[in-house]
Structures are given as structure tokens and as C-alpha cells.
């Protein structure tokens, strides 16, 4: 995940240990440092839906997100509500709807 609040709000919400790269640009080098530190774990990206601050259909915290899965064979969750990011969605529906999300993305 890109930021602390999205990390605070996605640990509280599952219980899972979570790393904050603070920086669309630094998911990569985390998700690669994470793979290698903890070889055989699911690792899940926390995406921003951020296409809206930047005009496009998949803004860059998407894009940057989806290449680091790939390099780690790792997935990307997004919100579904263009300009939220995970904080958001426990600001608007709570943190059972994020540990909902979360869960059943991944069952």
C-alpha cells in the first residue's frame, strides 16, 4: 500500500501485517524487498483509485500497483469509487466493509 492511513485502515481492518511505501514510485522496490524477506507469502497491493486527480481512466497509484504485483506475482486491490483510496472507504462504510472487501477478494 501507498500510504500510512491506507496501512493503519487495512491492518485494523484484517489483522494482517501491512508495509506502506508512502509513494506510488516506491511500490516496486518494496514489493520486490517483501518477496524476497517472505518468499511463499500472498502478497496484496492496496491500491488508490486515483484516477480522478489525474483526468485518466487508471491513474498512476493503479498503474505503478499493478507492475509491482506482477513482479512479485502478487494482486491489487482497488476501491471501486474513483478518488478513494482504503482510508476513504472506512471513513465512508466502516471497517467491516474494508475487511468484507478484503476477504472476499481474496476467498
Known amino acids: 500500500m501507498e500510504g500510512y492511513a491506507t496501512g493503519v485502515t487495512v491492518h485494523t481492518a484484517t489483522g494482517w501485517p501491512v508495509a506502506c511505501a508512502f509513494d506510488a514510485g516506491n511500490l516496486l522496490p518494496v ?39 506482477r513482479a512479485v506475482n502478487g494482486r491489487v486491490l ?9 482510508n476513504d472507504v472506512h471513513v465512508a462504510a466502516g471497517l467491516d466493509a474494508v475487511r468484507a472487501l478484503f476477504e472476499g477478494a481474496l476467498a
Open 31 to 69: 514489493a520486490l524487498a517483501l518477496r524476497v524477506k517472505f518468499p511463499a507469502t500472498q502478497i496484496v497491493i492496496a491500491a488508490d483509485n486515483d484516477a480522478v486527480a489525474v483526468g485518466k481512466t487508471v491513474g498512476v497509484g493503479f498503474e505503478k500497483a499493478t507492475d509491482a504485483a
Open 78 to 86: 482497488m476501491p471501486d469509487q474513483v478518488g478513494f483510496d482504503w
